[in-house]
């Protein structure tokens, strides 16, 4: 009989098949004491992404589940159906365009999460690699080595491929993940009302930072559409769970689109600006407009270079 894997690995795969060798590879060079699942979600890529993922498959078909999509069924779909396919106790995840550097990276995060119950989930630093010019930082500057659901809500510190988190929290994640586009952060915030966080300073994996990337300087709006659409649905959810949870996912929302109103009045996006004040209105009822242009007033001047 196979016997189940304690590591879960999910990996979501949409055209980077310059980089989604590399980052299977990765999982597949760790070594552990114990079994390791490695689910690749591929939605329907126009490249060569699927049949590099289906190569690995056929050499390592123990190791890999492949989920293949006939039609592109998006971000947030792709990780549910990644999500449903994890057999472990833990899931990890690496995005398909990074990669791990630590062969005992997944060893040394499940032998502290064994040995420390109070523990919902475990991150660590990553290198920082800008793919323009090459260069290179690392994350996590000053980061605090435990934290709770509290901080996590006030800033998303984990980054996606360094993440580490039980998967018998949520077997099945909820069905509002369809909506949002930034899953794992969500995932972090539902794991956290159960344990603590903690952080390994040990850089164990390479975050590619690209301009084809959602993270780049070119999709500014869309990361900010992304992480205020993630904060309102856990600010619903966190409504009747957690009151102290509630108010800061609260002030974070509207800490965002403060400064992103106050951006796109700067650069002249008009269209961009009335929908932000409307998103901060609809979450503050109790203010109105000469409210918002107070608040910018108080805003610190945006900084040099």
Not at 113 to 133: G, K, L
Request: proline fraction near 3%; hydrophobic fraction near 30%; charged fraction near 25%.
């Amino acid at each position: 009989m196979k016997e189940c894997p304690k590591v879960s690995v999910i990996m979501l795969a949409y055209n980077i098949s310059a980089y989604i060798e590399t980052a299977i590879r990765s999982v597949l060079r760790q070594e552990t004491s114990y079994n390791i699942q490695l689910v690749i979600a591929e939605d329907c890529s126009s490249d060569d992404t699927l049949s590099i993922c289906q190569r690995y498959k056929q050499l390592y078909p123990n190791q890999i589940t492949l989920v293949e999509h006939e039609k592109n069924v998006g971000l947030q779909q792709n990780f549910m159906d990644a999500h449903a396919h994890c057999q472990g106790e833990y899931i990890a995840i690496c995005d398909g365009d990074d990669y791990w550097i630590y062969k005992k990276k997944l060893q040394c995060m499940t032998d502290f999460m064994d040995s420390h119950p109070e523990y919902a989930i475990c991150f660590h630093r990553v290198i920082n690699y800008y793919e323009e010019d090459h260069s290179k930082s690392l994350s996590n500057s000053g980061q605090k080595k435990i934290t709770t659901i509290h901080d996590l809500a006030c800033s998303n510190y984990i980054t996606n491929s360094s993440s580490l988190f039980r998967r018998t929290y949520y077997l099945q994640v909820p069905q509002w993940f369809s909506q949002i586009t930034s899953c794992d952060y969500a995932m972090h915030m539902l794991n956290a009302r159960f344990g603590l966080i903690y952080y390994f300073k040990r850089p164990m994996a390479v975050y590619r930072k690209h301009s084809d990337g959602i993270w780049s300087e070119v999709n500014r709006q869309k990361r900010f559409n992304m992480g205020i659409t993630v904060r309102e649905y856990l600010i619903d959810y966190f409504r009747e769970q957690d009151a102290k949870v509630y108010e800061l996912l609260r002030d974070t929302h509207t800490r965002f689109s403060l400064n992103e109103l106050y951006h796109c009045r700067e650069a002249g996006l008009t269209d961009a600006a009335e929908e932000t004040e409307r998103r901060l209105l609809a979450l503050r009822p109790e203010w109105d407009h000469n409210e918002v242009e107070k608040r910018l007033r108080t805003l610190p001047p945006p900084r040099s270079g």
